[in-house]
């Protein structure tokens, strides 16, 4: 699921990549006949990554006596396709701990994300929905999106943040998508697929934040992977919280982990369990760690508390519990408003002064506040408006306190934001009817959010929906390979970023030999099978930078962006000798599939990129002609027949 920008923003040059040294065992990684030692050799090139690597393979290999102190060793017992993962996310570690965005957080990102990696790893290592050591990568780099837009776009994505201080991860989506036309979710499942992590991770990592909306079949892999990754990063939260927010996620990792099979206890000593490690990597890693309670003290701290009245749903004239916040500079009032309103059942918080107040109430979060007027420093007007430039203070029913009664001062009052007022000395039953008065204005305010919010769902589900209508317009339904059309619109960029930037281009066309010979011989089942079979090939043995489409038929299209003709021809022979490896079974019969491959670069003469498939189509047919399986170019400048079977 690339996101719609990926392929500009991939050409920028800016996006968060992987050292020269991780790409490299990357890559030795992906080949078959690669030794541990060649994998050792390049790991050992870097002093810091071969200590992570240690690290990480004495910590899988717990259960072994003796610790893991060899390169080799580290990579045996953690395998291959794991030591691919993990070098990409220490690699970006290593290299993106500071930058250029001054609002984003590069300490605290990379602290989340290595509590994230280890509560991944540990609930996979109890719930089994993926290898524990995969999930570690994919945790770590769940959230690397944001990373890259901070890495992109260091001044805009400050200003972002700066200034609308989004408070959730929806809200941050939402102006990520307004201001760069993508976000983080996207673009970081694109870099995941880019750097060809597993897709089950890509989808993990694209739907973790918000697992309900994904609608993955309940009990699928998928489904439990994401699950999985949600908790992992509200354990990560827990870990990097400050104080006060770390007891309002208790309720929510209990309810979340609940879902996945985890028991308080069980929850508890993963918690405490994710903690210890997160600390002890931190000092390994150089990472910012902290301090962090035991779950269950937590726990019976919250259980301990008054808990926070349900939100306001009765709609008849009763009284439902509300959470009020109490000010004034008079010790007195505050006493006597206190008593009263816990008589009448709702929680009740109290600040001396405006200042007090304001803060209180964005840590609070009332629904109704009752203010003094006059008070030093913030008086209840200036109060009031401040509050009401916060997204959050709009929606709270204030209710101001005052002797004075003149008609002036009320309208002054109203036009400050202030929605009831209270006369000075007041009794409790004019007290009561003021807060039923909020109640049901209150009542119609969460209506009315849910109603929002059901649009804003409907809205983002219909954008996921036409997302996928598009990416199933240009994709071929039989090998999952994109299609003509998309390969028409990729040959035109790469054509126009050619003729801007003077960089060779190369296209090959790939043709099944005797493929209506197949149909005919043992039927369209075989022959479908025969061209995923290929497509599969030709997917696996291009490069990253190569386009691979089905453009129809038994025909292939593969563009190569910044290649000459003679490193084009080297990749067109490693595809057909490739393809000619494999064999294909038809019941009781196999036999082995071929291709003919004519491959073109743009040359000067070339005005349109007709002309290149043109004569790409050329060469195909003099390699047909000259007996199949077998690579030609359509070029002066080099021999006709370079690949013969």
């Known amino acids: 699921m690339p996101a719609p920008r990926f392929d500009e923003l991939k ?54 006596r003796r610790p893991v102190v060899a390169v080799p060793e580290a990579i045996r017992i953690t395998g291959t396709n794991t030591v691919r993962q993990l070098v990409l996310g220490f690699s970006l570690l290593g290299q993106y701990n500071s930058g250029a965005c001054h609002a984003f957080d590069y ?25 524990p050591e995969e999930a570690f990568t994919c945790g770590l780099l769940a959230n690397v999106g944001t990373l890259a837009l901070a890495t992109i776009y260091p001044t805009e994505y400050a200003e972002l943040l700066d200034v609308h201080q989004p408070q959730t991860a929806a809200e941050l989506v939402r102006l990520e998508q307004e201001r760069f036309a993508t976000d983080h979710n ?39 992977v994401c699950n999985l990754l949600h908790v992992a990063a509200l354990l990560s939260r827990f870990c990097v919280a400050r104080e006060e927010e770390r007891r309002t996620l208790v309720a929510e990792l209990l309810l979340a982990t609940a879902k996945i099979g985890l028991d308080h206890s069980a929850m508890s000593k993963l918690t405490d369990e994710v903690v210890a490690q997160w600390r002890e990597w931190g000092k390994i890693l150089d990472v910012k760690t902290q301090d962090v309670p035991s779950f269950d003290a937590l726990v019976q701290e919250k259980s301990a508390t008054a808990a926070t009245p349900a939100p306001v749903t009765d709609g008849s004239g009763a009284q439902s519990s509300l959470n009020v916040l109490v000010v004034d500079d008079e010790r007195t009032t505050v006493l006597l408003v206190e008593q009263l309103l816990r008589g009448l059942g709702h929680k009740v918080h109290s600040a001396g002064d405006g200042r007090t107040g304001l803060a209180m109430a964005m840590s609070v979060r009332p629904q109704i506040i ?36 003149q008609d002036d001062q009320l309208v002054e009052a109203f036009e400050s934001g202030v929605d009831d007022y209270l006369m000075k000395p007041f009794t409790p039953r004019v007290l009561a009817a003021r807060l039923r008065a909020g109640t049901r204005v209150i009542k119609l305010q969460e209506d009315a959010k849910h109603d929002s919010e059901s649009l804003r769902r409907f809205a ?33 960029q790469e054509w126009a970023a050619t003729a801007r930037n003077q960089r060779p281009l190369s296209c090959m066309v790939v043709d099944i030999d005797q493929f209506k010979q197949i149909n005919d011989t043992f039927g369209h089942d075989s022959g479908d099978m025969v061209l995923r079979q290929v497509a599969a090939v030709l997917r696996k043995e291009a490069r990253i930078e190569d386009v691979v489409c089905r453009i129809g038929g038994e ?10 003709l003679s490193a084009a021809l080297t990749l067109a022979e490693r595809l057909r000798n490739a393809v000619g490896r494999g064999r ?29 498939i043109k004569a790409a189509d050329n060469a195909l047919y003099e390699a047909k002609r000259a007996g199949r399986d077998r690579v030609a170019a359509n070029s002066p400048r080099v021999p006709t027949q370079l690949g013969v079977a």
Request: charged residues 20%; proline residues 6%.
């Open 11 to 64: 050409t920028s040059g800016k996006l968060p990549s992987p050292s020269g040294v991780a790409l490299a065992i990357v890559e030795l990684c992906r080949s078959e006949s690669v030794s541990i030692d060649e994998i050792a050799h390049a790991v050992q090139a870097d002093p810091a990554l071969s200590g992570r690597l240690i690290k990480f393979a004495n910590a899988a290999a717990n259960a072994l």
């Open 107 to 131: 300490e605290g990102f990379w602290s989340r994300s290595l509590a994230m990696a280890i509560a991944a790893s540990a609930l996979c290592a109890r719930v089994r929905g993926a290898p």
């Open 186 to 224: 996207e673009l970081g499942a694109a870099l995941l697929e880019d750097w060809r992590l597993p897709k089950l991770y890509v989808l993990s990592a694209f739907h973790h934040e918000a697992p309900e909306q994904a609608r993955l079949p309940e009990g699928s892999r998928e489904f439990t």
């Open 370 to 405: 009752i203010s003094d007027w006059i008070m030093p420093g913030l008086d209840g007007l200036a109060f009031c408006k401040a509050l009401r430039q916060t997204e959050e203070g709009q929606l709270i029913y204030f209710i101001i306190l005052s002797a004075l009664e």
């Open 460 to 492: 983002a589900e219909l954008a996921v929906a036409n997302r996928r209508l598009q990416q199933a317009a240009l994709t071929d339904p039989l090998t999952g390979l994109p299609n003509r059309r998309y390969g028409m619109e990729r040959l035109e």
């Open 555 to 564: 025909e292939f299209l593969v563009i190569s962006p910044d290649t000459p």
């Open 584 to 612: 294909a079974a038809h019941g009781a019969i196999s036999h082995n599939t071929t291709v003919s491959i004519g491959v073109s670069q743009r040359e000067p003469g070339m005005v349109r990129m007709d002309e290149l």
